[in-house]
């Protein structure tokens, strides 16, 4: 009786403090739950544009272009900005208004910013696309956050500025649609507003190039690398937590993730800039065949729209970098992609096939997908569950401060989803054994 007592004692304290803790967290579910459900939603799944532009003044309260972002060199920051698009308000502003104009698409009902919503980490965080009359490409869309900062762009490099990029989904027939350049220019050259507009940005009328270096300017305003991860990188040991420090450590060393994605003081993003095929879709290609009916196509039509049409719209998709260069060692080959706010944009890889970033691990342990093209840098890491999750916990510091609520969200689910399949068994890990340089 007496120690019955005693326990039902020790033990009532404990059971306020989790049925506490219960309501708490049923509360703060709750709420995200109900800020999610407010989110007004408009075509192809996307929120509304008004929605967006009031989100994105709450991310961007001021922009002031003469300034370098916080962390960059000044010199290094110029080096980005093309000599004919110099970085002003009026340019800033107007490619803003063409982001979220839906006018801009063949059947007014996508813009930019449908496939690279502020509310979802400017992505769709959809697996691949989808364009005007629900039409899906091969790609999965990558966020437009922190683009300024690539040395080529698309995910095979295909084009070679923002400015160039920006102009080709207003004519991708399965994207916004248009037949052709002046047709975007028809669809708002009437519009007094965007008349002033474009003389006060560029003293020219309203013209197709100018569309792609308004939007080019706007993108460079969205760099957004304020992580707790850059806070550690510059010196401050307690921004992220334990296991993150130790993903950190595992990134550089057992799990060699830092062969291509460098991340040190001076090149915080997390990419080489190359190419590099990391078997993720290898496993249903016939890269043989692919690869042959990739030359063809492109010896019959070598245009910039025909690539762009084999990239997006045809299984010759998986060739990637190969479908530029012609090279062998780039078939199925992309560009590694950034690591900031990884955390925020799901699903991953060029085909958006890997739901979580527990998925993304199970992929190099066991040293991707084999295939005849597989880079030299992948082999399997014998990583344990631990180290996996220390891996992930490392990979969630990388978002910028102002997503950190999308973060937890993202985090939470994310995990949820993944434990569906853990413990994983046996034959789905990859083992190799210790090689000379590791402790
Ligand atoms: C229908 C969806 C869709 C629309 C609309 C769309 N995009 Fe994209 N975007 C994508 C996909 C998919 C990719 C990847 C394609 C590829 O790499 O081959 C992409 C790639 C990009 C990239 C390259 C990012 C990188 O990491 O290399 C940028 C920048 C970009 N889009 C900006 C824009 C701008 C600006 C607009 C409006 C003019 C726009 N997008 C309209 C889906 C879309
Ligand atoms: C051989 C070079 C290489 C190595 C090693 C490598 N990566 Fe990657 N990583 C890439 C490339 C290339 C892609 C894009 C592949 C694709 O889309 O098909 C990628 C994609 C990713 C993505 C998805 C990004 C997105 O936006 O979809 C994550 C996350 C990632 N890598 C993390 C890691 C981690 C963690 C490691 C170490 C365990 C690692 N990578 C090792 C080259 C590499």
Redesign the pocket.
């Known amino acids: 009786m007496h120690t019955k007592k005693i326990q039902s004692s020790r033990c009532s304290p404990i059971v306020s403090i989790v049925t506490l803790c219960g309501i708490v967290l049923f509360t703060l579910w709750n709420t995200q739950a109900a800020v999610l459900a407010q989110v007004p939603k408009g075509e192809h799944g996307a929120a509304e544009m008004e929605y967006q532009i009031k989100q994105l003044n709450q991310l961007q309260p001021s922009v002031d272009v003469s300034k370098t972002p916080p962390g960059f060199d000044s010199v290094i920051w110029q080096a980005f900005i093309p000599q004919d698009n110099a970085l002003t308000p009026e340019r800033v502003l107007l490619g803003r208004k063409l982001y979220f104009d839906k006018r801009l698409s063949a059947d007014g009902t996508v813009s930019c910013a449908t496939c690279h919503d502020v509310t979802r980490g400017f992505t769709d965080q959809l697996a691949v696309s989808e364009g005007i009359k629900e039409q899906f490409g091969k790609r ?1 869309a ?2 437009t956050l922190n683009v300024a900062l690539l040395q080529t762009v698309f ?1 095979d490099g295909r084009s070679p500025t923002l400015e160039h990029q920006a102009k080709m989904p207003i004519i991708n027939p399965i994207e916004m649609g248009m037949s052709d350049g002046q047709a975007a220019v028809n669809a708002i050259k009437d519009d007094a507003e965007y008349q002033a507009a474009f003389q006060k940005a560029y003293r020219r009328q309203v013209n197709y190039d100018d569309i792609g270096r308004a939007i080019a300017a706007f993108e460079r305003t969205l760099i957004f690398m304020d992580s707790p991860f850059r806070r550690f990188l510059n010196g401050d040991k307690n921004a992220i937590s334990s296991e993150a420090h130790q993903g950190w450590e ?2 550089n060393e057992k ?7 460098p991340m040190n003081p001076s090149n915080p993003l ?1 990419t ?1 800039n ?5 078997g ?2 290898a496993r249903h290609q016939d890269f043989d065949t692919l690869t042959r009916q990739g030359l063809k196509a492109l010896e019959e039509d070598a245009s910039e729209q025909k690539l762009e049409e084999l990239a997006l719209s045809t299984d010759m998709s998986e060739l ?1 970098r190969f479908l530029v260069t012609k090279n062998r060692s780039d078939i ?8 900031l706010n ?1 955390g925020i ?8 096939t ?1 739901e979580t ?1 527990w998925d ?2 199970d992929h ?2 066991k040293g991707g997908e084999a295939n005849l093209f597989l ?4 082999e399997p ?1 014998a ?1 344990t569950e631990d180290e996996i999750n220390n ?1 992930v916990a ?2 969630f510091s990388l978002t910028d401060d102002r997503f950190a609520q999308e973060n937890q969200r993202q985090l939470k689910r994310q995990k949820a989803q993944s434990e569906k399949k853990r413990p994983l068994k046996d034959d789905d890990m990859a083992f190799r054994k210790k090689i000379a340089f590791e402790k």
Do not use: E, K, Q, W
């Not at 799990?255 to 994605?261: E, F, I, K, L, P």
């Not at 199925?332 to 690591?339: E, H, K, N, V």
């Open positions: 999965n990558p966020t995910l595992l990134f799990g060699r993730c830092v062969t291509c994605h997390g080489d190359r190419f590099h095929n990391v993720v879709s990637g199925g080959a992309f560009r590694t992609p950034l690591l990884i944009t799901p699903p991953y890889m060029h085909d958006g890997v970033l993304v691990m190099y342990n880079d030299g840098g992948m890491l990583l891996i490392f990979l």
